[in-house]
C-alpha cells in the first residue's frame, strides 16, 4: 500500500477516494475535505513553523464534501474555507462541518 495521508488511525492508499482536504498553502490553511458518506468525522493535526492546529471534520448530513462551517478556536468564520496560518507557538482548535 502506498500511503499518502494518515487519518487517526487509519492509512488512505493513494487511489483511494478519500482525500483529507487539507492543505497549507501561501500562509493560508485550506479546508476542503471530500470523504465517503458514511465516515461521521475524522481527526487530522496540522503543523506550521511553532503552530499546532488541531483539526476536527464532522460530517452530521452524510455528504461527501461541501464545507457549511468553520470555527477557529470556537469562534465561527462565516462563508470561510481557508484560514490564515499563524507562527505563535500556540495549539488552535479547528472545526470543520460539512453540509
Known amino acids: 500500500m502506498d500511503v499518502v495521508h494518515r487519518i ?6 493513494r ?5 483529507p482536504g487539507i492543505s497549507g498553502a501561501a ?7 471530500c470523504i465517503p458518506p458514511d465516515w461521521p468525522h475524522f481527526d487530522i493535526v496540522f503543523r506550521h513553523a511553532s503552530a499546532r492546529y488541531e483539526i476536527q ?17 470556537g469562534k465561527e ?14 495549539t488552535h482548535s ?6
Do not use: F, H, M, Y
Not at 27 to 33: E, I, Q, R, S, W
Open 15 to 19: 487511489r483511494s477516494r478519500v482525500d
Open 77 to 90: 468564520l462565516p462563508g470561510e474555507t481557508s484560514i490564515v496560518l499563524a507562527d505563535d507557538g500556540r
Open 27 to 33: 500562509g493560508k490553511l485550506l479546508l476542503a475535505p
Open 57 to 73: 471534520v464532522d460530517n452530521p448530513n452524510r455528504v461527501s464534501r461541501g464545507v457549511a462551517r468553520v470555527e477557529l478556536d
Open 94 to 99: 479547528v472545526r470543520v462541518t460539512l453540509g
Open 8 to 13: 487517526g488511525q487509519l492509512d488512505v492508499p
